[in-house]
T-cell receptor
């Protein structure tokens, strides 16, 4: 079993829809949770990071962490065609020096 | 403020040759990480370095791969005697002391023929 599981998609939604992207994990020691966006043939771009449980909002993006269920989500409101990319969840435990990435979900926003 | 820089962006090597990948971290960042990404797969951690020190190399293959981050100059990921299975995108990231805030470069795409 992988430490971090992420549905590869592809996920296709119409412009303006709310998008929900999710990851599950098995290591209860994970405390830091990150979301990256990666456009084709580019480097990953850090979108948001959160510590422990709860919600964090940044513009159209909201990250949620439910540690009791070992489940994290990224919501994108008012989705735009420019949001079409692969979204990678990532996480790490306190004191660790490396990040474990999910395999990514490919998202396509239809105009 | 320039971001993380990597060069070359594309590198073609024949089997048995050496590949050298370079990474210059963001200004003010002293922590460097190398990752490998195979097609349709996520990023796999390889090594974490600070200036003149390897902190964690638990993701590095035991043979043919090495990394350094000298006092002066970029970090180097070196792959000796490359094989076809080494073909991948190699990404470098840098961070301030809080390691979870990593910023990635554009990557080097290595093709072994």
């Amino acid at each position: 079993q992988k430490e971090v599981e992420q549905d590869p998609g592809p996920l296709s939604v119409p412009e303006g829809a709310i998008v929900s992207l999710n990851c599950t994990y098995s290591n209860s020691a994970f405390q830091y949770f990150m979301w990256y966006r990666q456009y084709s043939r580019k480097g990953p771009e850090l979108l948001m990071y959160t510590y422990s449980s709860g919600n964090k909002e940044d513009g159209r993006f909201t990250a949620q962490v439910d540690k009791s269920s070992k489940y994290i989500s990224l919501f994108i409101r008012d989705s735009q065609p420019s949001d079409s990319a692969t979204y990678l969840c990532a996480m790490s435990d306190l004191g660790a020096s490396k990040i474990i990435f999910g395999s990514g979900t490919r998202l396509s926003i239809r105009p | 403020n320039a971001g993380v820089m990597q060069n070359p962006r594309h590198l073609v090597r024949r089997r048995g040759q050496e590949a050298r990948l370079r990474c210059s971290p963001m200004k003010g960042h002293s922590h460097v990480y190398w990752y490998r990404q195979l097609p349709e797969e996520g990023l796999k951690f390889m090594v974490y370095l600070q200036k003149e020190n390897i902190i964690d190399e638990s993701g590095m293959p035991k043979e043919r791969f090495s990394a350094e981050f000298p006092k002066e100059g970029p970090s180097i990921l070196r792959i000796q005697q490359v094989v076809r299975g080494d073909s991948a995108a190699y990404f470098c990231a840098s961070s301030p002391p809080n390691f979870y805030e990593q910023y990635f470069g554009p990557g080097t795409r290595l093709t072994v023929t």
